[in-house]
Structures are given as C-alpha cells and as structure tokens.
C-alpha cells in the first residue's frame, strides 16, 4: 500500500528564512502529488499540485514543490517565509491505480518567529 | 471557505453507540471522500462515494458506513463507537472521481470525541 512519509515533525524558523519540507511517497507506478495548508482554525486548503509535465510547480502564497520520480520525492519550498506561513503541512499522493483516494503524511508543523 | 460544510462541528458520545455525520458537497461536486484525522496524524482515508455508491474503501471496518444522496450530501455513520474512533472527520468533495485528475475540496471537520 502507498505510504507517504514527511521528515520533520516540528519547524520552527524566523521570517524570511527559507523554508524546505520534505515528502517522500513509496509507490514507484504513476502518482498525483498535492501539498495542502492546514492555518490555525482553518480548513486544509491546497497549496499546489502535480499532474503531469513540469516536475516544478508553482502554488499559491510563494510556495513552490519539486516532483523528483527518481527519488521519490515531492519537497515543498518558500524562499522567504512569513509570519502568516504559521500552519501545518501535508503532503498527500494519489497512486492512480488505486483510484482515487488521498494518502497523506503525518503532517508538519511549522511555526515562523516574528 | 470552500463550500463544503459539515454537521455537527463538535459531538460526544459513549463507547457503544452510534454517530452519524453530515457533509454537503460542493455545488457542481458530484463525489464525497471521508476521510479520518487522529490527533498529531494526518488525515486517513475511509471511504468514497460517487453516485450514491461506495468507490472505493480504505482500511476501516465494516461498523463504518456511508451513504450519498441524490443531491450529493452524504453521510459518514459509525456503529459500536470506541474510544479510539475520536477524531477529526473530514469530508472532501470533488466533481468525478477521474484518477486524481481534480481537487478534493476539504469542509471544516467534525470533531468526535468518545468517552
């Protein structure tokens, strides 16, 4: 069965630090790749996605993800991170011989510093 | 917000009995995942509905029922509730279950808590 791991737990970084996550999947077949936004009291809301074509993607409020197939990996990114950045991140994959259900990480949370 | 809406927001109950939860879909929204999120995990699949059917099931016993109406609302029920059945249940609605091809759109959740 398709598991998703994300190695950090807990982040905590002062704004304008760059901010890396990392989400590896364990299924080597054809795979939908999301990252969702979880802010304090709101629902999880999709930050980007990847399909298909350019293994960079650009989401909403800076965020960008990097699809390595090789490694299989899917980091989130944010050059600069701000105060508002304070949320918890998943990373979720779809294998697509799967149908169409969701396998998320366990989750980090990222606390950013004024 | 994402027009997903759930019912109740908080609920608890006693070990033993029953709960049922309600989700309504997003308009145009023809497909309803649920999905399970135990505190410090991320969420787990339980099941999807599309077309008033069950498409597709993760890893939950059978004491986990569902149903979708014709409107596409669907409910999540759950017989002989356990302690470890507490939770944040998350309803997701998406417009055809087309191998990941779509965004599941996430409601607020429920947050069940069994004593």
């Known amino acids: 069965a398709q598991s998703v791991s994300q190695h950090n737990h807990h982040v905590i970084l002062s704004e304008a630090a760059s901010l890396e996550l990392g989400c590896n999947y364990s299924?080597?077949?054809?795979?939908?790749l999301f990252w969702y936004v979880q802010y304090p009291g709101q629902h999880l809301q999709l930050l980007l996605k990847?399909?298909?074509?350019?293994?960079l993607v650009k989401g909403i409020k800076g965020f960008e993800a990097e699809f390595i197939k090789s490694k299989f990996s899917f980091n989130l990114r944010k050059p600069s991170v701000q105060w508002s950045d304070t949320a918890e991140y998943f990373c979720a994959v779809i294998q697509v011989s799967a149908g169409n259900k969701l396998t998320f990480g366990g989750g980090t949370r990222v606390l950013v510093k004024p | 917000e994402t027009g997903v809406t759930q019912s109740p927001t908080h609920l608890i109950k006693t070990r033993g009995q029953q709960v049922t939860l309600r989700c309504s879909s997003q308009s145009g929204h023809n497909t309803v995942s649920w999905y399970q999120q135990a505190l410090g995990q991320g969420p787990q699949f339980i099941f999807q509905y599309y077309r008033e059917e069950e498409n597709g099931r993760g890893n939950f016993p059978p004491r986990f029922s569902g149903l979708q109406f014709p409107n596409y609302s669907s409910e999540l029920n759950v017989n002989a509730l356990e302690l470890d059945d507490s939770a944040l249940y998350l309803c997701a609605s998406s417009l055809v279950p087309n191998r990941g091809l779509n965004e599941q759109y996430f409601g607020p959740g429920t947050r069940l808590t069994v004593t």
């Open positions: 299924y080597g077949g054809t795979v939908n």
């Open positions: 990847y399909f298909s074509g350019d293994p």
